[in-house]
T-cell receptor
């Protein structure tokens, strides 16, 4: 079993839809959870950062962490064509300076 | 402008050649990383460095080498020993090598193609 599993998609939705992206993980020591957005041929940019369990909201984006189920989610409300990108989950057990473990990424396409 | 720069954006290498990818950051970040990304794959860690003059191997270090002589610079050399080097290479940095903050910032990437 891989440490981090992420459905690669592709996921296609119409503009305005609510999008749910998910990752599961096996290492119960993971405490830091991140979602990155990556446009084609660009470097990833950080969208959401969460420590331990709970929800975090930033505009149209909500990140949820359920450590008991080893499951994290990213919700995008009122999706826009500009949200079309690959979304990568990442996580780590340790504090700053150590490397992140990434999922393979989910490719999202939002059509207008 | 503060940020992470990578050069070149595109790089072509002949088989048997060594090439060096540049990564510079002016964010005063302590930790720096190199990842490799292949189509349909996540990011895989090649090397990382938490302080100057020190670095650790990641999951796929074979065929690669790095140096960290200055805080702002972390070049990656892809040697001829790397059998399948064609990929998208990403450099990242982290504000602190200690403490409870683990956000990584990425550069724009270098696409390496072996001819």
């Amino acid at each position: 079993q891989k440490e981090v599993e992420q459905d690669p998609g592709p996921l296609s939705v119409p503009e305005g839809a609510i999008v749910s992206l998910n990752c599961t993980y096996s290492n119960s020591a993971f405490q830091y959870f991140m979602w990155y957005r990556q446009y084609s041929r660009k470097g990833p940019e950080l969208l959401m950062y969460t420590y331990s369990s709970g929800n975090k909201e930033d505009g149209r984006f909500t990140a949820q962490v359920d450590k008991s189920s080893k499951y994290i989610s990213l919700f995008i409300r009122d999706s826009q064509p500009s949200d079309s990108a690959t979304y990568l989950c990442a996580m780590s057990a340790n504090q700053a300076g150590t490397a992140l473990i990434f999922g393979k990424g989910t490719t999202l396409s939002v059509s207008s | 402008d503060g940020g992470i720069t990578q050069s070149p954006k595109y790089l072509f290498r002949k088989e048997g050649q060594n090439v060096t990818l540049s990564c510079e950051q002016n964010l005063n970040h302590d930790a720096m990383y190199w990842y490799r990304q292949d189509p349909g794959q996540g990011l895989r860690l090649i090397y990382y460095s938490q302080i100057v003059n020190d670095f650790q191997k990641g999951d796929i270090a074979e065929g690669y080498s790095v140096s960290r002589e200055k805080k702002e610079s972390f070049p990656l050399t892809v040697t001829s020993a790397q059998k399948n080097p064609t990929a998208f290479y990403l450099c990242a940095s982290n504000p602190s090598a200690s403490g409870a903050y683990n956000e990584q910032f990425f550069g724009p990437g270098t696409r390496l193609t072996v001819l």
